[in-house]
C-alpha cells in the first residue's frame, strides 16, 4: 500500500515556474511507476508524465514536452514535477498517482494509488 500527498501548486503568472512534490508513504514506494495527471474543470482528467520505479524512462504528454520534468528520489521517497514556462492551459488540479505495472501508462484506470490533488493556477 502506497499513500500519496502532494504540495507545491499555487498562483504564478504566465511564464513562470512551479515544482510539484508527492511524498510517498509504503515500503512498495521504489517499486512503483510514478504519474502526474491533471484535470480542469469540466474536462476529463489527462496524463501529464510518468516515470518508471528507477527512474530510468520518462513519458510525457506531448503538451508539456520541454516544459515540465518529472523526477524521483527512491532514498527519500519523493515524487518532482518541475514546470517551467507555464502557460494559462496549464491551470488544472494536478495528482501525483503511482502503478504496481512496471511500464508507464498513459491510462488512469492503470494506477493504483492516488494522492488528493493541488491547485495550479497560471494567470495570464
Known amino acids: 500500500q502506497v499513500q500519496l500527498v502532494e504540495s507545491g501548486g499555487g498562483l504564478v503568472q504566465a511564464g513562470g515556474s512551479l515544482r510539484l512534490s508527492c511524498a510517498a508513504s509504503?515500503?512498495?514506494?521504489?517499486?512503483?511507476?510514478m504519474g502526474w495527471f491533471r484535470q480542469a474543470p469540466g474536462k476529463e482528467r489527462e496524463f501529464v508524465a510518468g516515470?518508471?520505479?528507477?527512474?530510468?524512462?520518462?513519458n510525457y504528454v506531448d503538451s508539456v514536452k520541454g516544459r515540465f520534468t518529472i523526477s524521483r528520489d527512491n532514498t527519500k521517497n519523493t515524487v518532482h514535477l518541475q514546470m517551467n514556462s507555464l502557460k494559462p492551459e496549464d491551470t488544472a488540479v494536478y495528482y501525483c498517482?503511482?502503478?504496481?505495472?512496471?511500464?508507464?501508462?498513459?491510462?488512469?484506470?492503470?494506477?493504483?494509488?492516488w494522492g488528493q490533488g493541488t491547485q495550479v493556477t497560471v494567470s495570464s
Open positions: 509504503g515500503r512498495a514506494f521504489s517499486s512503483t511507476a
Open positions: 498517482a503511482g502503478s504496481t505495472r512496471q511500464f508507464i501508462s498513459r491510462r488512469s484506470d492503470r494506477y493504483d494509488y
Open positions: 516515470i518508471t520505479w528507477s527512474g530510468d524512462s520518462t
